[in-house]
């Protein structure tokens, strides 16, 4: 059998390895977690954000209702009232 000072070289070498190893992780992590953050709360550049959903029938919007001219002139001040 080895030594014990063996024993402990090796053991020394590796937790050193594996702690190495736990620190590249957390900084690789904590890199990626700020540049997460970062991206989610900076101002949303016009056009860069989507919006969802749309008209289901636009052509309802071609052409204007009597309730829609109605509320229009009033409005506008040209109700016959």
């Known amino acids: 059998m080895a030594d014990e000072q063996t024993t402990k070289n090796v053991a020394?070498?590796?937790l050193g390895i594996s702690f190495l190893v736990m620190m590249w992780f957390i900084l690789k992590q904590a890199k990626q977690?700020?540049?997460?953050?970062?991206?989610?709360?900076?101002?949303?550049?016009?056009?860069?954000?989507e919006r969802p959903g749309s008209a289901l029938n636009p052509e309802q919007f071609d052409e204007p209702d009597d309730d829609a001219l109605e509320e229009m002139a009033e409005l506008l001040g040209e109700d016959e009232d």
């Open 33 to 49: 977690n700020r540049e997460d953050s970062i991206e989610e709360s900076s101002p949303n550049v016009a056009g860069s954000d």
């Open 12 to 14: 020394y070498l590796i």
